[in-house]
């Protein structure tokens, strides 16, 4: 399974590469407008750069003109720019325009498995399916997950599934049990993956240990 980092935080994802486990980023308005960032297209150059490999950048528009509009000039920051489409009949329309144009989409807001099996049939080169928003309202989001891998693989459907809105460690190994292509994961839980009590306890004895082979 790949990993995405979700966030638009530069020292994050730069430290994320640097442990040679991340392949991709997501961002959002909600994660740009965090960063405050002077100019914007500038910081989406440099995440490309640091990342070198896919990073989505979302269209605000409304109608697909606008979102074709907005994607052509993301685009034309990095070869790495995937444009992030609502999962609206608007967003059909502009992804199927853009998947004309060899531009890159990934369909987020998805809630349901019909919405992303529509946006695959657009020609979505990726889908976000939000987990952690649907457990907020008590509906398991993993549950949606399972489903879209089952009817992906039905059909042979090429459009990889990029599991969103993480909110824990488990969220991301139910999605690599699943199947799913990518999750995409705030920075604070990838520190959590790697995080045992065990491992530490571990080292600290080996150390205390070895120390007292030195002092012999
Ligand atoms: C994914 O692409 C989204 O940016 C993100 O996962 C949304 O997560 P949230 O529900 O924690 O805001």
Request: aromatic share 6%; net charge neutral.
């Amino acid at each position: 399974m790949k990993i995405f980092l979700d966030t638009a935080k530069i020292d994050d994802i730069k430290k994320g590469v640097e442990y040679g486990i991340v392949d991709g980023v997501t961002t959002n308005p909600t994660l740009i407008s965090k960063e405050g960032f002077k100019d914007y297209r500038a910081a989406l150059k440099e995440i490309c750069n640091i990342v070198q490999g896919p990073v989505s950048a979302e269209v605000v528009s409304l109608d697909s003109k606008g979102m074709i509009k907005e994607a052509e000039s993301l685009a034309s920051i990095s070869e790495h720019i995937v444009i992030k489409i609502p999962a609206t009949f608007e967003g059909l329309k502009a992804v199927k325009e853009l998947n004309r144009k060899n531009i890159k989409t990934n369909v987020t807001l998805i809630f349901s498995p019909s919405q992303a099996l529509l946006a695959a049939k657009a020609g979505a080169t990726y889908v976000s399916p939000f987990v952690g928003r649907l457990d907020d309202i008590s509906t398991p989001g993993m549950e949606m997950v399972s489903q879209i891998v089952t009817i992906f693989d039905n059909y042979l459907i090429e459009t990889q599934i990029i599991v969103a809105s993480v909110r824990h460690p488990l969220h991301f190994v139910e999605a690599a049990m699943m199947g799913a292509d990518i999750a995409t994961i705030p920075f604070p839980v990838l520190e959590k993956l790697m995080k045992h009590p065990l491992t530490d306890i571990g080292i600290e004895r080996f150390l205390k240990d070895w120390e007292s082979v030195k002092n012999k």
